[in-house]
């Protein structure tokens, strides 16, 4: 780990928080996202390949990483929250992944000043920048970064909240249609875990801001369509019911409409050669 020192802000936040964002991990809703985010990642041409570098942006304890370490890439996770990388190192120990192949680096992505990326002598084949964007004031900034440390023909993923379930969610999973129509225009909302602000982040302007910077959208995917609208949080945590739920969830998650309207957006990206 880096001995660099970010400024408070988020990382002081996420700290705090790592308990509760641990064991949300464990909750039936956040298993269904990290097995279609393990879907698209295992898909991706580079993946089943030669050994590739990977940067996860904002990875915390390397969950969306940690299956192409073992899978034998070499992984660097940058993060806000030094609890958070710490398990990132404990967790690729539990997995038996080769030490080796981790690099953890303490950086504070909630800082409006320019985010400084690690470099990699070819580029990073692959980038990943998962439920971060909607931390920054400018997001834009944050992208065109992402992109120039994408080398040519590399892949980039992002993923954000998606604000069509901020409103869907409120009104159906809540049973409050007055917060989902204060939700139709509000630009922020809290993060129930972290209970920091978040900008609600549309994908089409984040696209624009992948197309200003040179790359190009190749795929597009929503995550968790259906189980963000189940009321019954008892029937979630049944394992036949979750089995299904996840299958289903795997059908939709590149099909429009329902992608259009999942929890979160995902796009994959590419600079071109």
């Given at each position: 780990?880096?001995?660099?020192?970010?400024?408070p802000?988020?990382g002081?936040?996420?700290?705090?928080?790592?308990?509760?964002?641990l064991?949300?991990?464990q909750t039936?809703?956040?298993?269904?996202?990290?097995?279609?985010?393990?879907?698209?990642?295992?898909?991706l041409?580079?993946?089943?390949?030669?050994?590739?570098?990977?940067?996860?942006?904002?990875?915390?304890?390397?969950?969306?990483s940690?299956p192409?370490?073992?899978?034998?890439h070499?992984?660097?996770v940058?993060?806000?929250?030094?609890v958070l990388?710490?398990e990132?190192v404990?967790?690729?120990e539990?997995?038996?992944?080769?030490?080796?192949?981790?690099?953890?680096e303490?950086?504070d992505?909630?800082?409006?000043?320019p985010l400084?990326l690690p470099v990699?002598?070819t580029?990073w084949?692959l980038?990943l920048c998962h439920?971060?964007?909607?931390?920054?004031?400018?997001p834009?900034?944050?992208?065109g970064?992402?992109v120039?440390?994408?080398?040519?023909?590399?892949?980039l993923?992002?993923i954000?909240p998606?604000p069509?379930m901020?409103?869907l969610?409120a009104?159906?999973r809540?049973?409050d249609?007055r917060?989902?129509?204060?939700?139709?225009?509000?630009?922020?909302?809290?993060?129930?875990?972290i209970?920091e602000?978040m900008h609600?982040?549309?994908?089409a302007s984040?696209e624009?801001?992948?197309?200003?910077?040179g790359?190009?959208?190749?795929?597009?995917?929503?995550l968790?369509?259906?189980i963000?609208l189940?009321?019954?949080d008892?029937?979630?945590?049944?394992?036949?019911?979750?089995r299904?739920?996840?299958?289903?969830?795997l059908a939709?998650?590149?099909?429009?409409?329902?992608?259009?309207i999942?929890?979160?957006w995902?796009l994959i990206?590419?600079?071109p050669?």
């Amino acid at each position: 780990m880096s001995d660099s020192s970010p400024s408070p802000g988020l990382g002081v936040a996420f700290d705090r928080a790592a308990d509760d964002w641990l064991a949300w991990q464990q909750t039936p809703w956040a298993r269904v996202y990290y097995a279609l985010v393990r879907h698209v990642l295992a898909a991706l041409p580079e993946v089943p390949g030669r050994s590739l570098n990977v940067l996860d942006v904002g990875g915390a304890n390397g969950v969306d990483s940690l299956p192409l370490l073992v899978a034998g890439h070499r992984v660097t996770v940058l993060d806000f929250s030094s609890v958070l990388l710490a398990e990132a190192v404990a967790a690729a120990e539990r997995a038996g992944a080769d030490g080796d192949r981790l690099r953890v680096e303490h950086r504070d992505v909630g800082d409006p000043r320019p985010l400084p990326l690690p470099v990699d002598a070819t580029g990073w084949d692959l980038v990943l920048c998962h439920n971060v964007l909607h931390y920054r004031d400018d997001p834009a900034e944050l992208v065109g970064r992402l992109v120039a440390a994408t080398r040519p023909g590399g892949a980039l993923s992002l993923i954000a909240p998606n604000p069509a379930m901020d409103v869907l969610a409120a009104a159906i999973r809540d049973g409050d249609p007055r917060q989902g129509l204060e939700m139709l225009e509000a630009p922020t909302r809290r993060s129930v875990t972290i209970g920091e602000p978040m900008h609600r982040l549309e994908r089409a302007s984040v696209e624009a801001a992948v197309r200003d910077a040179g790359a190009v959208v190749t795929d597009r995917f929503g995550l968790r369509t259906v189980i963000d609208l189940v009321v019954d949080d008892r029937l979630k945590r049944d394992p036949e019911w979750l089995r299904q739920t996840t299958e289903l969830e795997l059908a939709l998650c590149s099909r429009a409409p329902y992608r259009d309207i999942a929890r979160f957006w995902q796009l994959i990206c590419r600079r071109p050669d």
